[in-house]
C-alpha cells in the first residue's frame, strides 16, 4: 500500500538482495521509544521503494544524520552483512563541518560509555567500549565572524571513518577532540550552532554518510555505494569555504 505523503527517500541502489537509499536529516531510522510521537520512519519509505515487501536495515543512521542507509531485503542477507558489520569488513565515510582545524589526520582511539537503553537506569554506571575513528582534514576555512571572544572563527570540513560503531561515535569523538561537528546540538558548542542556524536558517547536524565499500554478502563481488550530501549540506559548505571572505 502506498504511503499518503511523498517519500523522502531517494533510491540509490537495489538488486536481489540489497537497497540503499539517501535519508534525509531529521527523519528516524526505525520506531524507538524516545520518540513515541513520531509516525514516519526511513523503514516504512523504504519498504515502499521495495513493493512494498519488508526490508531490514542493518546498520543505523542518528536521527539527525543524513546520508547513506543500507537495507537487506531478506532475513538472510541481513544476518551476513550484520556479520561483516561486527567483523569490521563494512567500511563507512561520512563527511562533517566541525569547529576549528584539526590536523590533517589521523585516529582517535577514546573508549565511550554506553548509553543505557532503559532510562531507570540512565544514572547506574555503563560498560565502556573501545572506539576508533580515523578522520582526514579535506578543507579549512576562516570567517571574519567573532564568536566565543575570538576575532575570527575557524571550519574545517572533515572525513571521518568509524572503525567501530558505538551510539554517537563520530559526535561524541570530534568532542572529545575539541573539534564538534556543527549543529550538534547534545555535544557541540552553542554559539556555532547558534552562528550556523542564523546564517542560513536552519540548524541541521552537519554530518552526513556519504560512501560504504564491503563485500556483496551474496554474489562476493566487491561493491562501492556512494551518496553525495544533500542539496541543505553542500549549500552550507559551498558558501562557507567559497565565499568566506566575499
Known amino acids: 500500500m502506498s504511503l499518503p505523503f511523498s517519500n523522502p527517500l531517494t533510491k540509490l541502489y537495489r538488486d536481489d538482495w540489497l537497497l540503499a537509499v539517501h535519508k534525509p536529516a531529521g527523519l528516524l531510522v526505525h520506531r524507538s521509544p524516545i520518540d513515541r510521537h513520531e509516525t514516519e520512519f526511513a523503514l516504512q519509505y523504504a519498504r515502499e521503494l521495495n513493493g512494498g515487501e519488508h526490508v531490514y536495515p542493518v546498520h543505523r543512521l542518528d536521527r539527525p544524520t543524513s546520508g547513506l542507509l543500507l537495507f537487506a531485503r531478506d532475513p538472510h542477507t541481513a544476518s551476513l552483512l550484520g556479520q561483516a558489520m561486527m567483523a569490521n569488513s563494512v567500511h563507512k565515510t561520512y563527511q562533517a563541518l566541525v569547529r576549528g582545524w584539526p590536523p590533517e589526520g589521523g ?44 576575532a575570527t572563527s575557524r571550519y574545517s570540513l ?73 542539496e541543505d549540506f553542500q549549500r552550507v559548505v559551498w558558501e562557507i569555504f567559497a565565499r568566506a571572505f566575499e
Open 158 to 230: 572533515m572525513a571521518l571513518h568509524p572503525l567501530t560503531g558505538r551510539k554517537h561515535q563520530l559526535r561524541r569523538h570530534m568532542q572529545h577532540i575539541s573539534h564538534p561537528i556543527i549543529g550538534d546540538t547534545n555535544y557541540g558548542r552553542t554559539r556555532h550552532n547558534h552562528y550556523f542556524a542564523e546564517r542560513f536558517g536552519h540548524s541541521r547536524l552537519m554530518l552526513a554518510a556519504t560512501e560504504l565499500r564491503f563485500t556483496h554478502p551474496i554474489t562476493g563481488t566487491p561493491l562501492h555505494l556512494e551518496a553525495p550530501p544533500s
Open 107 to 150: 585516529l582517535i582511539d577514546h573508549a565511550l560509555r554506553e548509553h543505557a537503553v532503559d532510562k531507570r537506569l540512565k544514572d547506574e554506571p555503563q560498560p565502556l567500549r573501545e572506539a576508533q575513528t580515523r578522520y582526514t582534514r579535506l578543507a579549512t576555512t576562516q570567517l571574519p565572524v567573532g564568536i566565543e571572544g575570538f
